[in-house]
């Protein structure tokens, strides 16, 4: 298997511009009614507008609010809807989805000893032996059997193999067919911590989640956390997208939990980034070539696909890439000169995120931090089942 990464091409970056405080009930715990009902905050990075403010400070996000005017024609921030999407887009234009499902991956387990351990599916390693994250495991030992029940109430048994570190542990499954058929039968959808769940609320609602907490084309199963920018998306808005002449495309990028690892270094470049699986077909490759020929916009839908479009650049070709599978440790911050991705939409990311350490890359820093100042003070949602963004990418 490939592992693509890439050196980054120096500069200094504060860390700390990564800051920003956000009202705790602006995170959104459950998604809108319709998925099209979310909100867009559509900015450009290239519109005069956009330096016209003054600088943000680190951790002080709300000081830069962009003024009323910037709401008007040739705005750097326009308050849209998710449904205006298709106007913003351009006739040969590319937009290129990561079409990951999301596998039902928490489980709960219990000790012979009665005491219970919540557990997270990373991925099968080899037949029937996963690798998975253990909660409330101190006194767990290796060779031990733990219980898991199915939704029918069918017990069944794993058994812990090692103690990988960190809380991930090899366990040995001995129940016939594929990890996707024994978690559906067994799992809960893997939402992030900053949506909060208890054991009631889980069984209340993780019908819903399932199907929200996943996007309408996914289809290669092997994430543990959404795309979440394609969760916005129905095929009715896909159509009308296609409508407008713009061709649509997919790529493949396994989510990892390591997507939720905020960063704890003082400099970006001690980060260890985490790795995750990938694949770019040649048939998408060659909607970007078919792109550049008619003169469109490579549109990535999520900081997945950017991972992915980003790690396959061809060096030879100028905004093309290469059709390869693998895995990719990309970390894309400021500054980073993007070689494939055009426009960007994007959900509002963690403080102190990998994410949003991309997501200003791609548009600005000042920019982006005046965009979150405007988000909060407009009440748009964050995260996960919150609302989404429209980004130019700056020149």
Known sequence: MNVKGRSHPGGRFDVAALDYELPQDLIAQHPPSN????????VDSQSPLSASSASA?????????PSPAEGGQGAAFRDLQITDLPQLLRPGDLLVLNDTKVLPARFNARRLTGGLIGGLFVREEQPGLWRVMLKNAGRLREGERLIIQAADGADFEVRTVANLGEGHWHVKVDVKGTAEGLLERIGHTPLPPYIRRDAELTAQFDGEDRIRYQTVYAREFGAVAAPTAGMHLTQVLLQAIRGRGVEIAFVTLHVGIGTFRPIAADRLQDHRMHQERYELSAE??????????????VVAVGTTSVRVLESTADPSRPGLVEPASGSTDIFIYP????????????????PRSTL????????????????????????????????AMYLTRAE
């Open 57 to 65: 400070s680190p951790g002080q996000v709300g000081d830069c609010v």
């Open 35 to 42: 998925r099209e009902d979310a909100r867009l905050l559509a």
């Open 284 to 297: 998408t490759a060659g909607a970007v070539e078919r792109c550049r020929e008619r003169g469109g916009n």
């Open 335 to 350: 500054p980073y000169r993007f070689r494939v991705v055009d426009r960007l939409l994007t959900n509002f990311h963690l």
């Open 356 to 387: 949003l350490a991309l997501v200003m890359a791609f548009a600005g820093v000042d920019l982006i931090r005046r965009a979150y100042s405007h988000a909060i003070e407009e009440r748009y949602r964050f995260y996960s089942y919150g609302d």
